[in-house]
């Protein structure tokens, strides 16, 4: 009843940029926080980028300056924009989202993943 659906992942040349969405669908009443988070094959996730339901915001140091996270409260839906990408930005990209749902109760839920690799 609630699932979140990633997109936008995708093969790209060094230095390209892609975005990618994250779109909350069923029973939500309200989203709290966005978060990003990625990983490699035989690495532990990390957060990659986090906004609260005010819209500030939180970067990992590797992605500063190059990403940028944002959100759409009208269409439930959280965005990555990824410029000048590296390919140690390889990785499958993955949302998470605290939800507030009409009885004021919350949970955390995950989406399925986007992969993401970057070409030398």
């Known amino acids: 009843q609630v699932q979140l659906v990633e997109s936008g992942g995708g093969l790209v040349q060094t230095g390209g940029s892609l975005r990618l969405s994250c779109t909350v669908s069923?029973?939500?009443?309200?989203?709290?926080?966005f978060g990003w988070y990625r990983q490699a094959p035989g690495k532990q996730r990390d957060l990659v980028a986090y906004?609260?339901?005010?819209?500030?915001?939180n970067y990992a140091d590797s992605v500063k300056g190059r990403f940028t996270i944002s959100r759409d409260n009208a269409k439930n839906t959280a965005y990555l924009q990824m410029n000048s990408l590296k390919p140690e930005d390889t990785a499958i990209y993955l949302c998470?989202?605290?939800?507030?749902?009409?009885?004021?109760?919350?949970?955390?839920?995950w989406g399925q993943g986007t992969q993401v690799t970057v070409s030398s």
């Open positions: 998470n989202a605290v939800v507030e749902r009409l009885d004021g109760t919350k949970a955390s839920f």
């Open positions: 069923g029973s939500t009443f309200s989203i709290n926080n």
């Open positions: 906004i609260s339901s005010i819209g500030s915001t």
